[in-house]
């Protein structure tokens, strides 16, 4: 049996290490599992079982007497317990920190086989029957003894986090805990400046005695059991005092305060003082957030705003900060404490609403575009209305999303939008955008324009507290308001549209709405760069793409332009389009290392051991330089690291090893350079033109036939380009020291003899600090004619900028093949031929004609010459091929195609839709009493 278990392991080992590798949106199974239950992302399940749970407490030991026992999952995590009703969540669920567990016993053996009771600090008493194998349940029992074991360093967290806990402080208030909260915790703004609303008209005491009874028999904070009471509260309003808390807690963010409790004060204490352009930004922005809002008139309020998008802007600096996260953030201080609000923004920018809150505003114009495709399902009349009077209805709606409706309705009951938006995540925010759009349905067919529609909407949101229908003759249906109304059909009539629903129409769109931002970024990054007189505009874009490639951070959702690349990415870069930069495949210590660490260094605008694109860019743009003196200057400035003008002897024979390095290609014999290709082509030429007179072709008319094959002298012409570039290196540190100039001039002039007879020269002397400028370096350079071509032209040849990001080309070739290769364009041979065929005929008519008819020839040759050579660099047109033209179009065909649509899956979600449509049509014509029986149901 233990051979068998050992295998079927090992099995669900594998198999679950494959799923997770299967990514959803770019999340793993453990990912989705923490997204799930609202928990930290470095959370993994250690241990899972089938349970049947029993809940009792001190205060409602009657409560679930008559209930049967919820079943689900339990699920252990290294610091929480995760159980769910496997019918339904609402019926039983809970999210319990292992630190507030404080005793738990296996019960004497039961029909269950199996029991453990757990009682936590909020007095709820939880019995675990674990259902299967004996073993299994032994297991389960053992990793939670581990882990509770391991979570013993963190319950000395607790006891100052229950203290920032209103709920904790309510029930100690009313000695129903026994914790000692003597201080009412911070409650945001609102304790001073007052909640919006009116607290009577809102019945908040009423509600906090509901919440007050669920804390005493249920639990709070960390350790809270949800039961449906939790969720009609919430539902009907939260209570102004516990509503930054209760917020937290849905969406998770409470778990991440009470795991770091000192992250919010350490990052404006070390970045006290500092300046970025994020807080720039903040500062243009903190007197417009919801300034109808005393506290934000008040330097109080202002502060604790400019602190929290302060902190967030130092822990994220990828995002930093964006348009309207000032809105909400102002919101959530109004209930929250500064360090509430900084998680909650955290969940909110990664979870909730992702991509909204960036450079690039990626998640919320995908979003915009998942609205119309439901408007465009739900509401067919209205979408073809929208359509035909050409009415931008992202423009209506962004602002809705975007700024979670706080900057459309008025406040008290945008709130309310927020208490089921924290719960149920951002499903809300299109179900009430397609409430508030079926409610004024009548109303907006009869518009033609944007500005009309927007108007009727901006009234709707006004009359919020009025009653949805004023002339009913039923009291009871007069009394239901619009924002009732409005509750009622977004959270009942388009339940149908759901989180699975949202998930598949942003997978349907997210490829276009990615190309458009992507291509969007783009344009703009390359439109801020630095100039670049040596890179066209074609070039940068492929500068660009390769950049991101590498740097693999090129994720749209949090905004790309702000990407680096440190000396690892840079090193592979430059191996990409540079032919003397190749990385070692065992991961060894590139070769020329020192070089490119020069290079990284000199182009780090910032000094931070980053660069930047545009300290790419601007790298590169000197690299290519095409003037000469400019090219040897910009190379000159690698080692004068002083900015001095002068290199010493270390730079002399680090620029010696240097150049060594760059042109390994052509000292090994592996690239040609200019020289040597005009040997062999001349060499050829000399050898077609022979062939060509021993077969009596003398004409310049005559057409010249190239061979497949000529027979070179091969290695003789390779040793000679490797000598030659040997030579070169030696001769460069020798012309370097005997012309450079010793620090002490006054020592070298001592040394001169009175008979101009030098004695001995100083700069020769290897004890005598010695340095090289720029016209002396450049001096060296010309003076000899292979180094003088690196910098006029090979080094320059050598850099592929517009190399496509995808090619498998190889630049370098052995210069063996290149022989061959000539053949393939003979036409610089095919024009020397020419030229000696030419001047043999040139000469041939000086002996018969006479000097005036040679002349005329000889100027006939020298203009057919200076044509072909400005034809030189003509290849004509570029055809694309048919293959590649069938793909592209096919690509974006797949694009404009809406496959979602035509596919039985697309079919039956629209006949869902339909079938919505119909029953949103019957409710709305039924009678008052079934409106009223919804609220009763939505609101008891």
């Known amino acids: 049996m233990a051979f068998f278990d050992s295998i079927r392991e090992r099995a669900i080992n594998t198999i679950n290490q494959v799923l997770d590798k299967k990514e959803n949106d770019g999340l793993t199974k453990a990912q989705l599992f923490c997204r799930e239950y609202n928990l930290p992302d470095d959370e993994t399940v250690l241990d899972e079982s089938a349970v049947e749970v029993g809940i009792k407490s001190d205060h409602n030991k009657d409560a679930y007497k008559n209930m049967a026992y919820p079943q689900g999952r339990i699920f252990l995590t290294q610091h929480f317990l995760i159980f769910r009703d496997a019918f339904d969540k609402r019926n039983c669920s809970f999210t319990i920190q292992l630190s507030t567990i404080k005793k738990v016993e296996r019960l004497p053996t039961s029909s269950y086989g199996f029991a453990l009771s757990i009682s936590t600090h909020s007095k709820v008493y939880i019995t675990l029957y674990l259902v299967g194998i004996r073993s299994d349940s032994e297991k389960f029992s053992y990793n939670l003894k581990l882990a509770l074991k391991n979570n013993l360093r963190n319950v000395q967290k607790l006891q100052p986090f229950i203290q920032s806990c209103y709920s904790e402080y309510l029930l100690a208030k009313n000695k129903i805990s026994a914790e000692k909260v ?6 945001g703004l609102g304790i001073i400046f007052k909640f919006p609303g009116n607290a009577r008209e809102l019945k908040d005491k009423s509600k906090m005695k509901l919440w007050f009874d669920l804390f005493r028999g249920e639990g709070r904070n960390l350790s809270l059991i949800k039961t449906p009471m939790f969720y009609k509260l919430i539902r009907v309003g ?44 903040i500062e243009k922005d903190l007197n417009r957030s919801l300034p109808e809002y005393a506290a934000y008139q008040n330097p109080e309020g202002i502060e604790r705003l400019r602190r929290v998008l302060t902190a967030y802007s130092w822990k994220n600096p990828e995002v930093g900060y964006c348009q309207a996260m000032n809105i909400v953030v102002a919101a959530l201080l109004i209930y929250m404490s500064e360090e509430q609000a900084f998680w909650c923004l955290n969940v909110l920018c990664d979870r909730l609403v992702p991509g909204y809150y960036s450079k690039t505003m990626y998640g919320t114009l995908l979003d915009q575009r998942v609205f119309e495709s439901l408007v465009q399902n739900t509401m067919p009349l209205l979408w073809d209305h929208i359509s035909k009077n050409d009415i931008q209805l992202s423009v209506v709606s962004l602002p809705w999303f975007l700024s979670l409706y706080l900057s459309s309705m008025p406040l008290v009951f945008a709130f309310r939008i927020l208490d089921v938006f924290f719960l149920q995540g951002a499903k809300t925010l299109f179900q009430v955008a397609l409430a508030i759009l079926k409610l004024n349905g009548e109303e907006l067919l009869k518009t033609e324009d944007d500005g009309t529609f927007i108007s009727i909407l901006k009234n709707y949101f006004q009359t919020l507290d009025q009653s949805a229908h004023p002339d009913s003759p039923n009291l009871k249906y007069r009394s239901i308001t619009k924002f009732q109304e409005l509750l009622v059909t977004a959270f009942k009539e388009f339940s149908v549209v759901d989180q699975e629903m949202i998930a598949k129409h942003r997978a349907k769109h997210r490829g276009t709405i990615l190309q458009n931002i992507t ?18 505009q074609d070039v940068l874009g492929k500068i660009y793409d390769r950049f991101y490639s590498i740097v693999q951070t090129q994720n749209v959702t949090i905004g790309s332009g702000s990407s680096t690349m440190d000396f690892v990415a840079f090193k592979k870069f430059m191996a990409q389009i540079c032919d003397w930069v190749e990385l070692e495949h065992d991961d060894r210590e590139t070769q020329g290392e020192d070089f490119l660490q020069r290079l990284f260094t000199h182009w780090d605008s910032e000094g931070k051991g980053n660069l930047k694109l545009s300290d790419l860019v601007f790298g590169l743009n000197k690299l290519v330089d095409s003037d000469l003196m400019t090219s040897m200057s910009n190379f000159f400035e690698l080692y004068d690291v002083d900015n001095k003008g002068r290199i010493d002897r270390e730079g002399i024979l680090k620029i010696s090893e240097d150049l060594l390095y760059i042109t390994t290609p052509w000292k090994d014999g592996v690239l040609l350079d200019s020289i040597t290709q005009t040997a062999i082509e001349n060499d050829i030429a000399d050898i077609v033109y022979k062939r060509q007179q021993d077969q009596g072709s003398n004409s310049a008319k005559d057409e010249i036939d190239l ?44 040394e001169l003899a009175i008979d101009n007879k030098i004695s001995h020269n100083a700069a020769l002397n290897p004890n005598t600090p010695v340095f090289v400028n720029l016209p002396t370096f450049r001096m060296v350079i010309l003076a000899d004619e292979t180094y003088e071509l690196l910098f006029s032209k090979t080094l320059r040849h050598s850099i592929h900028l517009d190399k496509p990001l995808d090619s498998d080309f190889s630049t370098i070739r052995n210069l063996r093949d290149m022989f061959d290769g000539m053949f393939a364009d003979g036409r610089d041979i095919a024009k020397r031929v020419r030229r000696r065929m030419d001047s043999a005929a040139t000469t041939l008519n000086n002996n018969s004609v006479g000097s005036d008819n040679a002349s005329l020839k000889s100027s006939k040759s020298k203009a057919q010459e200076a044509e072909e050579e400005e034809r030189d660099d003509d290849f004509g047109v570029i055809d694309i091929d ?34 919505a449509e119909s029953k949103i049509k019957s409710d709305q014509d039924a009678d008052s009493s079934h409106v009223e029986q919804n609220l009763i149901e939505f609101e008891t």
């Not at 003597?182 to 409650?187: A, C």
């Not at 930054?244 to 003082?273: F, H, T």
């Not at 291509?519 to 890179?535: A, D, H, M, W």
């Not at 694009?895 to 035509?902: E, F, K, S």
Request: glycine letters at 4%; proline letters at 5%; hydrophobic letters at 30%.
């Open 519 to 536: 291509s969007f970024v783009k344009r703009t990054e390359l439109r801020n760069l630095p100039k670049s007189t040596n890179i066209d």
């Open 707 to 750: 061979p497949t094959e000529v027979d070179l002298d091969k290695q003789k012409l390779e040793n000679q380009q490797i000598e030659r570039y040997l030579s070169a290196a030696s001769t460069f540190i020798q012309r370097a020291f005997e012309y450079a100039q010793p620090e002490d001039e006054e020592v070298l002039i001592k």
């Open 238 to 281: 939260l209570p102004n005092r516990l509503r930054g808390e209760i917020w937290e807690l849905c969406c998770g963010s409470m778990y991440l305060r009470a795991d770091q409790p000192d992250i919010y004060s350490k990052l404006l204490e070390e970045n006290k003082d500092k300046k970025s352009f994020a807080i720039e930004e």
């Open 182 to 187: 003597e201080e009412m915790p911070d409650g």
């Open 882 to 915: 048919q293959n590649d033209k069938d793909l592209i179009l096919g690509a974006e065909a797949q694009v404009l195609t809406d496959p979602v649509n035509n596919s039985p899956a697309g079919q039956k979600e629209l006949r869902r839709f339909h079938n």
